[in-house]
C-alpha cells in the first residue's frame, strides 16, 4: 500500500512538475509578447515623433515659411474704426488695404471684473487671404483644485507653448498641424506700448492644414498676459491670451504675408476707450 501511494505521489510529482514548467513557459512566452509589443508602440511613437519632427523641418523650410518678409507699403490703406456699443466710444482702430472688407465687434462678459475681449477681422472680396483677431482667452490654471469660472478656461500648467499647442490651436484650428512656435518679441507685433502689469511675451505659431482640401497655411501671433490674482492661500494663476490669425492659401501665403502682418500691427486701442474699460473692469487693456 505504501509503495502504490509513493508510486502515485510520485507521479504526481512529476506532473505537478511538468505543469509548472509548462506555466512557466506559457508565462515566460506572455512576458516576452508583453515586452515585444511595448517596443513595438515605443518604436513606432519613436518613428512617429521622428516623422513629425522631419515633417516640421521640411515645412518651416518651404517658401511658405522660409520666404523673407518685405515691408508692406500701407501709403493708400483705410482705417476701420471699432465702436463699443456700451461707451459709445471707437474703441479699437487699424488699418487695411483700400478695396479689403474690414469688420469687429466689442464683447464685453458677464462676470464681474472680467477683461473686455473683441473681435476684428479684414479680407480681401474673395476671401483668399484673413487677417483676424480672435476674442481674447482667458485662462486660470495652478492651485490644487482648479475649476473653470466664467469666462475662462483651465489650462495645465507649463510654458505656454504647450498651452497654444494643447489648447488654443486645437480649439481655433482643430485637426491643424503645428509647423513651429516661438517665443518672440511682442513689440514686433503690437504697435502700442504694453502695461507693464500685465508683463506680455509674444510667441509666433506657423500652422498647415486643408480648408475644404484647399492647403492653408496660418500664422498665429499670440500675446500673453497676466490677470490679477485672487486670494487665497494657494494662489491660482490667471492669464489672457490675445491671438492674431494671419492665414491664406498656402502657395498665396509668402506674398501676403508682409500685408497680413502689417493689419495686425496696425491694431491700437484708443487711450480714451483704455481708461473707460481699465474702469470697468479694473485692469488694463491689451491689444
Known amino acids: 500500500m505504501s509503495d502504490d501511494w509513493g508510486r502515485k505521489l510520485s507521479r504526481f510529482g512529476n506532473d505537478l512538475a511538468a505543469g509548472l514548467k509548462d506555466t512557466g513557459k506559457l508565462l515566460k512566452s506572455d512576458i516576452e509578447k508583453a515586452r515585444g509589443y511595448v517596443a513595438e508602440q515605443q518604436h513606432q511613437s519613436e518613428a512617429q515623433r521622428q516623422a513629425e519632427q522631419q515633417r516640421r523641418w521640411v515645412r518651416a523650410s518651404s517658401p511658405t515659411w522660409a520666404a523673407p518678409t518685405q515691408a508692406a507699403d500701407t501709403t493708400e490703406w483705410a482705417t476701420y474704426e471699432l465702436v463699443d456699443p456700451r461707451s459709445q466710444q471707437v474703441a479699437v482702430t487699424f488699418r487695411h488695404p483700400a478695396d479689403w472688407q474690414a469688420g469687429g465687434q466689442v464683447m464685453w462678459p458677464a462676470g464681474p471684473g472680467l477683461p473686455v475681449k473683441y473681435a476684428i477681422g479684414s479680407s480681401p472680396v474673395d476671401g483668399s487671404c484673413v487677417a483676424e483677431r480672435f476674442p481674447r482667452t482667458d485662462f486660470i490654471s495652478g492651485g490644487l483644485i482648479t ?11 507649463g510654458l505656454m507653448q504647450d498651452v497654444i499647442a494643447t489648447t488654443l490651436v486645437p480649439r481655433l484650428r482643430p485637426g491643424a ?7 518672440v518679441d511682442p513689440a514686433l507685433y503690437v504697435s502700442q506700448r504694453v502695461d507693464p502689469r500685465l508683463m506680455g511675451q509674444g ?3 506657423w500652422l498647415e492644414y486643408d480648408r475644404g482640401g484647399v492647403p492653408w497655411a496660418d500664422e498665429l501671433v499670440v500675446l500673453r498676459y497676466q490677470l490679477p490674482p485672487t486670494g487665497g492661500l494657494v494662489q491660482e494663476v490667471r492669464f489672457g491670451a490675445a491671438v492674431w490669425s494671419l492665414n491664406a492659401h498656402r502657395d498665396l501665403f509668402p506674398s501676403v504675408r508682409s500685408t497680413l502682418r502689417a493689419i495686425a500691427l496696425s491694431a491700437a486701442s484708443r487711450p480714451e476707450w483704455d481708461g473707460y474699460a481699465s474702469q470697468q473692469t479694473g485692469w488694463p487693456v491689451l491689444i
Open 147 to 157: 475649476t473653470p469660472e466664467p469666462g475662462r478656461e483651465t489650462a495645465s500648467g
Open 177 to 183: 498641424f503645428v509647423v513651429s512656435i516661438d517665443a
Open 203 to 205: 510667441y509666433l505659431a
